[in-house]
DNA sequence: CTGCTATCTTACGTTTACGTAAGGAACAGA
DNA sequence: TCTGTTCCTTACGTAAACGTAAGATAGCAG
């Protein structure tokens, strides 16, 4: 069973692929525009190796497609920001001063923060849309009562 | 001046472009799809004119497609249900019998709620998702205030 | 009627986000 | 060590949704 040194679950992509719903292709795909870590350790031209903070990355990568409707363009300029994050978090484990994790979560929140941006904006969007589609149905319904027939 | 035998204003693809945010060829490529009613009057190889339905129509399909992310063949599935109510609101004009109008707007009332029920769909997962980003957030600030750090 | 501008059709080009096939290693189990 | 999976890279293929260019027409202004 392959284990971090940590004692880390580890996962190979077929695994990944099953369980986030989408195809290998994809996950490699991602890596190669550097959505995901492609800093991975891993040998070249051995398998890749995903823990369960790639997977719930990945997960998130594809929420934010799928919800939002951001290209795979607008998520790498996202990503940037969360790469700090990621790379951040690598030195959390290692780090045990308070200033540190202080800096790292600090740096980690505006990533949260822009994603709660967009997702609001696209709920506003939406209620917007919603509001006129109900009234639309309202008014259609007023209509067919006013008519004479049963 | 442009005008319907109503008095009704006529307009251009280029002014319905403009006025809509999309690209002329756009327009014409959902019409080639069907998307919008191909059996608009107008005389092979001349100009196109477009009513103000029209315009609130090709609205309507820019919206459902940007903001819930359907393809232009969903669209079309959609749409098939909304062709038919466009045909009956031509016979509105002519339609003198209550029956018959109430007909009408009872055959195009599934169409406006199904794009609800699509609305409501989304709402539901950003809702969802919105939740998780929300509580991420609040975990990470709880963290961070418990550092010992001003 | 003339000229100018907006539209028309036709048709090939482009981008995004993967799909898919080929040939070859890497792993895991017996 | 053998072997059947699973994964690797490389590279060409594809569907959707338009973009774009060319040459011809239509419609309006004077």
Do not use: C
């Not at 070249?44 to 998130?60: C, Q, Y």
């Not at 740096?107 to 609001?120: F, G, M, S, T």
């Amino acid at each position: 069973m392959t284990e971090t040194t940590t004692g880390e679950r580890l996962y190979k992509i077929g695994e990944v692929a099953e369980d986030v719903g989408v195809t290998q292709r994809t996950i490699r795909y991602y890596e190669e525009l550097g959505l995901l870590g492609a800093d991975r350790a891993r040998l070249k031209g051995s398998h890749r190796l995903f823990t369960d903070a790639d997977i719930a990355r990945l997960r998130e990568l594809v929420r934010l497609r799928k919800l939002l409707g951001l290209s795979l363009d607008e998520l790498t300029q996202l990503a940037e920001a969360a790469h700090v994050s990621q790379y951040l978090r690598a030195r959390w484990e290692t780090s045990t001063e308070d200033a540190e994790r202080a800096e790292i979560i600090e740096a980690a929140i505006p990533n949260v923060e822009r994603q709660l941006d967009l997702v609001h904006a696209r709920q506003r969007s939406l209620a917007e849309f919603e509001a006129e589609l109900t009234d639309k149905l309202t008014r259609m319904r007023e209509r067919l009562a006013h008519l004479d027939t049963p």
